[in-house]
């Protein structure tokens, strides 16, 4: 078992930046997968991003790309989602997941999930 808690949430303007965490305990993180998706009011859950294990292979979702940049520190089973230039429409709860593969977290296969954290981007 993984248990995932997130953190960095909150309230910005538009065109500012915030840097959400999710801390891993329970199984060394370098085992896993890690990604993003977020949740907005009456939609869906979608992918954001996902990083793989040794961090040598990200993708992104197109509706973030050159905004947000996903990292991971592995010593600190640690793994961040760096929010830059964010706009109202990225207001959402956001949730970290882990999986067994980049294409596992991408497409929800057996994910372990986090509670979710909120942001809000105001105009």
């Known amino acids: 078992q993984v248990q995932l808690v997130e953190s960095g949430g909150g309230l910005v303007q538009a065109g500012g930046s915030l840097r959400l965490s999710c801390a891993a305990s329970?199984?060394?993180?370098?085992?896993?997968?890690m990604g993003w998706f977020r949740q907005a009011p009456g939609k869906e859950r979608e992918f954001v991003t996902t990083?793989?294990?040794?961090?040598?292979?990200?993708y992104y979702a197109d509706s973030v790309k050159g905004r947000f940049t996903i990292s991971r520190d592995n010593a600190k089973n640690t793994v961040y989602l760096q929010m830059n230039s964010l706009k109202p429409e990225d207001t959402a709860v956001y949730y970290c997941a882990a999986g067994a593969s980049t294409r596992a977290v991408r497409t929800g296969t057996g994910n372990y999930w986090g509670q979710g954290t909120q942001v809000t981007v105001s105009s």
């Open positions: 329970g199984r060394t993180l370098s085992n896993y997968a």
């Open positions: 990083i793989r294990w040794s961090a040598d292979s990200t």
